[in-house]
Each structure stands twice: as C-alpha cells, then as structure tokens.
C-alpha cells in the first residue's frame, strides 16, 4: 500500500526566511508525487507535481521540490517566505488500482510566517 | 474556465438526520471523485466515479453513505442516518481521464454534525 508522512504537524518561519516543509512517500510502484496547498476555508490547490523526468520540479509562487529516489522523499522548498504563504500544505502520492488519478495525502503540515 | 462547483458550502444538522451535497465538475472531466477531510487531517478518498460507472468506493461506508453520478456530469453525496464522526469537509474533485494526473478540487462542503 501506498503511504505519506509529512514530517512537523506545525511549522513556523519569519517572513524572509527558508521554508521546507518534509514528506517522505512509501510505494511500490514508481509514485506520481504532489504538493497542494490550503488556505482557510478553501479547497486544495495544486503546487507542483512530480510524474517523470527532471526530479527537481518548480510549482507556483515560488515553491519547488525534488524527488529524491534514494531518501523515498519529496520535501518542498521556498527561499524565502511571505506572508501569504501561511497555509496547510499536503503532500500526496498517486494511488493503486489501474488509476492515477486517485491521491493518498499526508496529514497536513501547517506553515506560519511571522513579520 | 469554470471550476468544480459545489454546494451547499455549510450544514448543521443533528445526528441520525440525512444530508445530500452536490457536485459539478468541471465540463469534459470524466473521472470526479469525493473525499473526505476531516479536521487535522488529509483528505481521504471515499468514491472515484469514471463517467457515470464506479472506479473505486472501498472506502465508502456503505451503511450510510451513497453517491451517485446520473449521466456521467454531476453527481450527489447522501449521508443517511448521519453520525457526530461525519462532522468533516467533503470535497469533490475532477480529473480529465482516469490516466490525468492533476486533480481540481471544489471549495467543499462543510458539515457539522451536532
């Protein structure tokens, strides 16, 4: 079975500062990995996705994440944050079953930014 | 281009009452799927319809919970007799074809069970 786990249920930066969210995948197959984000009261909007090819792959608002094979990771990155980026972010993996269109997500971390 | 609709965004109700929300997915998407988000956690697939025919609902409740997609456009959640553990967000989403890899998501509905 297919399964993520998002490292850091609550993460807080200052505005400016690094932001790196962790996701670690296990699967059997080769996964399609994706980052979405959650503002309050909203649905899930895609960041980026990982299918094949180039395992650094960049997303919107300036995020990015590397498909690391080796570590069974996927951990998102923005040099430097704003205070827009305060979120709930999830990492997801494709699931089984002929489809991949379905997702398992992690738990959520959630990212603070202080001025 | 529109976006996956959903409603109604909020309900209340009591437990053992019955609730119904609705879908439209964005237009051409053949695979819709329903998931479930509950406060502190991931969403959780609970249906994945292709056209109108089901894909996947192992992890529907299936004593309570139903979800059809008439005509392979929109489709309705019902949840009958509701539980205080189905206090959660149901989000519909979309997907070109089974083989797409970008999912759209809804806004969700929000549902309090009290």
């Known amino acids: 079975a297919q399964s993520v786990t998002q490292l850091g249920s609550h993460v807080s930066v200052s505005e400016g500062a690094l932001v790196l969210l962790r996701c670690n995948y296990s699967s059997s197959v080769p996964p399609y990995l994706f980052w979405y984000v959650q503002y309050p009261n909203q649905g899930l909007q895609l960041l980026l996705k990982?299918?094949?090819?180039?395992?650094l792959v960049k997303g919107i608002n300036g995020f990015e994440a590397e498909f690391k094979k080796s570590e069974t990771s996927f951990h998102l990155t923005k040099p430097s944050a704003h205070m827009s980026d305060a979120a709930e972010y999830f990492c997801?993996?494709?699931?089984?079953?002929?489809?991949?269109?379905?997702?398992?997500f992690g738990k959520g971390t959630k990212l603070s930014v202080k001025p | 281009e529109a976006g996956v609709a959903q409603s109604p965004r909020y309900k209340i109700i009591e437990k053992r009452q019955s609730v119904a929300f609705w879908c439209n997915p964005i237009s051409g998407h053949a695979t819709l799927y329903w998931y479930q988000q509950i406060l502190g956690q991931g969403p959780k697939l609970l249906i994945q319809?292709?056209?109108?025919?089901?894909?996947?609902d192992s992890q529907l409740p299936k004593d309570r919970f139903s979800a059809e997609r008439l005509k392979g456009v929109d489709s309705t959640l019902k949840i009958q007799p509701a539980k205080l553990e189905d206090s959660a967000v149901y989000l519909c989403?979309?997907?070109?074809?089974?083989?797409?890899?970008?999912?759209?998501f809804g806004e969700g509905s929000w549902l309090t069970v009290v």
């Open positions: 997801a993996v494709s699931g089984h079953g002929g489809s991949q269109g379905n997702l398992i």
């Open positions: 319809f292709q056209n109108n025919g089901v894909v996947d």
């Open positions: 990982y299918t094949t090819g180039a395992t």
């Open positions: 989403a979309s997907n070109p074809t089974t083989q797409g890899n970008t999912i759209y």
